[in-house]
């Protein structure tokens, strides 16, 4: 089942706090309804209080906390969520989101700043608006719910980008590379343009608050990172203070964190360090990604690194589950050489160029870009797309050869083969040749052999 709506199940205690009576319009409501612990242990004392009319005293309600519970806490937060009493009108809708388990983000942003700002009036008009907007009907054969193309045309929606065309916001993306290839320094470069706003490697970005979640380096190579990439506005839970697991109880206080900064980037460095299971199986690798993808349901946008086996640089390890339950994912990992994206084996080679872009799964259009490092910064920088850098030099080749008549495809692929720059496989040229046609080139074929002919455009 679906995550529930936090910021409703919030909304709607605020509600029964500031009248006690509407309960009486939801007696089918329970407190198992509840996805918040904190929540439902405060509505199961409600239950039992059985109040009246009008707003519940916090003492009355402490008396039917139970001595185990954390009763100053869970008191502080009855009386914060009881300020937004103008909602309570509204709870049957409000009972109805926590009980579909649904996730409306525009209620669930306008709830999140109600609670820390619950006087604020223009902010109350909005999220009245919202939660009278009316439900979709249900039924059990779910015939109510359908759309019609016409329905899902006439949407204004859109995909947004943090990173334009490579990291989408509202999203659980995995970032792979080999260990060592620069992960971690990439997404902390990342983290510094994303949180200030800034173009990175030619694409633009969104400023967005960025919360990074380093259960794998040490301090001292978390710190030193930090000053070359200068992400000073960025915010860091490192492995010395013991962030808690994706599979464990305390992971919840990664919502409690979002809720102070809604909408932020969560950046998990690495999935593997992030839990205590097995990568290979698949009910713990489930269960992790289902809590990122709550964390992502609640608002958050989601960058969580992984690593790849030694004999393969374009596949991540792990169980399926991973890449089942991922909405997105982008790879790092090195070419062969300049005019080739196949991997590299020589990790000493002298020209390094990356790969960074879309992976093997993603329901976006495909993107990447080219990147160098530079050893002396130790940082990545945008380079030339290799396959342009190869069929701009083919294009000379075919402009030397050139004398009126097109040289043929055998001699083409034997003059680049002989050519100062590294082209790769005779079966590589022969493909570039193909991309190029029509654009760089122009291909005729002539003799009883349709021998294929090139002539520059």
């Known amino acids: 089942m679906a995550p529930a709506s936090v910021s409703a199940e919030r909304e709607l205690l605020g509600a029964v706090m500031s009248d ?61 969520l009881s300020e937004t009493d103008v909602l309570s009108i509204h709870a049957p809708r409000l009972a ?29 008009k909005q999220i009245v608006k919202a939660l009278t907007t009316p439900l979709p009907g249900n039924s059990e054969n779910g015939v109510s719910l359908l759309r019609t193309g016409e329905d899902l045309r006439a949407l204004d929606v859109k995909v947004e980008w943090i990173v334009d065309n490579l990291i989408p916001r509202d999203c659980v993306t995995v970032l792979f590379g080999r260990g060592g290839i620069g992960k971690t320094t990439l997404s902390m470069m990342m983290a510094a343009a994303i949180d200030k706003g800034v173009p990175i ?12 979640i380093d259960f794998e380096n040490s301090l001292p190579v978390l710190s030193e990172r930090a000053k070359r990439t200068a992400v000073d506005g960025v915010l860091f839970w490192d492995s010395s203070s013991n962030p808690p697991g994706l599979d464990e109880p305390g992971w919840v206080v ?27 199986d698949s009910k713990v690798m489930s269960l992790v990604m289902r809590r990122l993808r709550n964390l992502r349901d609640a608002g958050a946008t989601v960058i969580v690194l992984h690593h790849t086996p030694k004999s393969n640089d374009r596949q991540f390890k792990g169980s399926g589950a991973i890449l089942d339950l991922c909405d997105h994912v982008v790879a790092l990992f090195q070419t ?66 050139y004398d009126g008549i097109g040289p043929n ?49």
């Open 96 to 124: 109805k989101l926590v009980v579909q388990h649904a996730n409306e983000s525009s209620v669930q942003q306008l709830a999140s700043q109600l609670v820390e700002n619950p006087g604020d009036l223009a902010l109350q």
């Open 201 to 212: 490697f030619g694409m633009s970005t969104v400023k967005t608050k960025v919360i990074v």
């Open 336 to 401: 062969r050489r300049d005019g080739d994206e196949e991997e590299v084996d020589d990790i000493d080679a002298i020209e390094k160029i990356y790969r960074f872009g879309t992976g093997k799964k993603s329901r976006y259009r495909p993107h990447r870009v080219y990147l160098r490092f530079d050893k002396e910064d130790e940082l990545f920088t945008l380079a030339e797309d290799p396959e342009a850098v190869a069929i701009d030099h083919l294009q000379s080749i075919i402009g030397t050869m």
């Open 20 to 80: 006690g009576s509407i309960l009486s319009q939801m007696m089918w409501l329970e407190p198992h309804h509840f996805q918040d612990g904190e929540i439902r242990t405060i509505f199961s004392a409600i239950q039992r209080l059985k109040p009246l009319a009008g707003p519940i005293p916090l003492s009355l309600l402490d008396e039917h906390l139970a001595d185990k519970c954390r009763r100053r806490d869970l008191l502080a937060l009855a009386a914060k």
């Open 409 to 457: 495809q055998s001699a083409v692929v034997a003059a680049a083969e002989r050519h100062d720059f590294d082209f790769g496989s005779a079966r590589k040229i022969r493909a570039l040749l193909k991309k190029g046609e029509g654009v760089h080139w122009a291909v005729t074929t002539r003799g009883i052999n349709n021998a294929i002919s090139y002539a520059p455009i």
């Open 254 to 280: 990664y919502k409690e964190i979002l809720k102070k900064y809604p909408g932020a980037l969560f950046i998990f460095d690495t999935l593997r360090s992030a839990h205590s299971g097995d990568e290979n």
